[in-house]
């Protein structure tokens, strides 16, 4: 059993007095790929919203845990530091890239952070110092790995916006993957693909689980990708946690397979006796 | 046209075709001309039918037709026949050539430019050329690159830039007429150096102050609030005027020295200690080198500043807010540094604006003021300088060159006054602008960097900021 990377506990969301999420608690375990999944509107994209801290709960606690043992209490902490500090990097359900900017250009601004420190907050920078030229020369590497990685080298100079849809999906994760998390949440990064842009993306998936120090969280409808990649399934319906466990315990629990299919509806037949 | 001989033979062939093609049309010309235009018939005083010969109607209408055929084969028809074969040979040869070397011949042409004014109109008349003309638009261009930075770059959609601008006068006027002399008057021809860095910082840091409060708005209730900031800053500078001394203005503000040297008639003055003749066009000249200096400052900075992270913070922001937030971009401090920037170069030519003047008053930071300073930017396509330059010379020049247009009179009668209807004019140009080309003049994005080749974005990607 691997160690928990990320603990949420309790975590209630309520928007006015609609309550997406109610009481929810689960694990993300290290390197693990963890899949929240449910019918639509059942608050899961809400649970990452508040865990990439554009939302603030309403009650609950996120701890998550650096490899160095350090915890960062993710309700407490403003939106850019949950990726700067913390290390946790989304992707978005409708595609949100840099569309009138350059590929290359996209994954430089992921690695904002270190480079502002780098160009002594454009202080040092405006005077072309050494030390940054080499930094930037770094990031361009790494943002070359990625794009490599990505499948994305030939059109590194091109606009974001001009790439297919597939494209800039990938192109999405490897932003984010620029900013090195430690925790990647990816909301619906399936969705829209055809069956080879979604065997792409899962071979990507896997590449960032093996090769790199990144556990995976992510909303999927497309249980092809869920069922294949996942190590480790919650379900969620109307805000409420209804499973947890491997893709093989969910795919069979009764209660999983009555929010998806609907259940014999007990109460109305009683109703016409 | 040798390189297209050798590199792409189709140029050369075109060429050749054209010019053959434009002679055909030249002698077509010259056969119908002849008898129409060549001979006229007359009366003489005896009462005679004469023949009056007009040949060079018939010359300047052949040159003309050649010309203006040889022109259209070569720039206006050939644009169908590269669509359709989709070759890369472009008609005009000598403007590619010219291309990368055009902000450098640019450059010269506007250092030149007052000694060229001077030699042509002399001392008197050049006053007009380089004040009028050179030394304001070169403000509005300063003051467009400026807003750039927070319009095209940033994309947070500023309606009172105007106030920076205010404050960077009123700075430079207030320190100058009342705390200098007050506290150290030796530093009297200084004050105009001393004062440009504090107005540039007092502006930034009312950047900053503008910039909190609007932090959380976008788009319409942005532009409503930055309006609504600068309508403030003039009405305390109208009210308050033990601070400012209201309508009236401030007076006599001392004018810029040589570094120290005054631009006067006197012993020390300039004129004498270069031993040349007084004359106040060397004043004249010297603040145009200023603005003109300052200028290609904040196109320099810009410039820099693209090319670092914040400046492509400033761009990604313009692009998609929530994405930089959830890339660990501080759109707080990137949205400030932004209002900052901007403003501080708003303050500069506020500065200077009050130096040049000698007189400053609330009626010159009307929103009038921002709205043309807006449709500079607009007009000249977001986040493009050269688009910024090439839109100032035709909104500040264009209007001033309507006041020289004297023959105007003679075609809709001595009551016509060209200046009145500039207003009229400057509104149907943004109209037919707007338009012909809605992203602005220059709408391409230059990437800031690249991998294996630079290639420009359309502006049909590129956002234009919600914010």
Known sequence: MSTTLLSIDHLTMRFGGLTAVNDLSFAVRKGEITALIGPNGAGKTTVFNCITGFYKPTEGMMTLRHANGRDFLLERMPDHEINWKAKVARTFQNIRLFSGMTVLENLLVAQHNPLMVASGFSILGIFGVKSFKAKEKEAVEHAVYWLEKAGLMDRADDPAGDLPYGDQRRLEIARAMCTRPTLLCLDEPAAGLNPKESADLNALLMTIRKDHDTSILLIEHDMSVVMKISDHIVVLDYGVKISDGTPDFVKNDPKVIAAYLGVEDDESLEAIR | ?467
Not at chain 2, 186 to 193: C, D, E, K, M, V
Request: hydrophobic share 55%.
């Open chain 2, 1 to 467: 046209m040798a390189e297209s001989q050798n590199g792409a033979p189709k140029g050369a062939v075109d060429l050749g075709a054209a010019i053959k093609d434009s002679l055909i049309a030249t002698l077509v010309m010259f056969g119908l001309s002849v008898p129409i235009l060549a001979l006229r018939t007359d009366q003489n005083m005896e009462n005679r039918l004469i023949l009056e010969p007009r040949w060079h109607y018939v010359w300047i209408a052949c040159a003309l037709v050649f010309v203006g055929r040889l022109l259209l084969t070569l720039f206006v028809w050939n644009k169908g026949a590269k669509i359709v074969t989709k070759k890369a040979a472009t008609p005009s040869d000598l403007a590619n050539a010219i291309r990368p070397y055009l902000g450098r011949i640019g450059l010269i042409l506007i250092i030149a430019y007052p000694m060229v004014a001077l030699s042509i109109t002399g001392p008197q008349g050049s006053i007009k050329w380089i004040d009028n003309f050179g030394i304001q638009i070169l403000i509005y261009i300063m003051l467009g690159w400026g807003l750039n930075i927070v319009v095209g770059l940033a994309g947070l959609l500023d309606l009172g830039y105007v106030a920076f601008y205010a404050v960077g006068a009123y700075s430079y006027a207030i320190i100058a007429t009342n705390v200098i002399p007050a506290t150290i008057p030796s530093l009297g021809f200084w004050s105009f150096w001393i004062c440009l860095p504090i107005s540039g910082l007092l502006a930034a840091f009312w950047g900053v102050l503008l910039g909190f409060p609007v932090l959380r708005l976008r788009g319409d209730y942005l532009a409503i609030v930055t309006l609504a900031f600068g309508e403030i800053i003039r009405l305390i500078l109208i009210n308050w005027i033990a601070f400012s001394n209201g309508y009236a203005g401030i007076s006599s503000i001392p004018r810029p020295s040589f570094f120290g040297i005054p631009f006067n008639a006197s012993d020390v003055g300039f004129a004498a200690r270069f031993g040349i003749e007084f004359s106040p066009i060397h004043r004249t000249i010297f603040l145009y080198y200023v603005i003109l200096a300052l200028a290609l400052l904040t196109a320099f900075v810009t410039l820099k500043l693209r090319r670092l992270p914040v400046g492509r913070a400033w761009e990604a922001l313009r692009e998609d807010e929530i994405a930089c937030r959830s890339l660990g971009i501080n759109t707080v401090s990137t949205k400030l540094t932004a209002f900052a920037i901007g403003a501080m170069f708003g303050g500069f030519a506020g500065c200077f604006f009050a130096a040049r003047q000698g007189f400053i008053s609330p009626e010159s930071f009307v929103f009038l003021e921002s709205a043309q300073i807006l449709a500079i930017v607009v007009l000249g396509g977001m986040g493009s300088l050269i688009g910024v330059v090439i839109s100032s010379i035709a909104l500040v020049g264009g209007i001033e060159i309507l006041r020289e247009l004297d023959f105007l009179k003679q075609v809709f009668g001595p009551n016509f006054d060209p200046a009145q209807f500039r207003m009229l004019i400057f509104g149907s140009a943004m109209v037919v602008m707007m338009l012909w080309k809605p992203r602005g003049l220059v709408s391409k994005r230059e990437p800031t960097i690249f991998l294996k080749e630079r290639k420009s974005i359309s502006g049909s990607f590129v956002k234009e900021g919600h914010g």
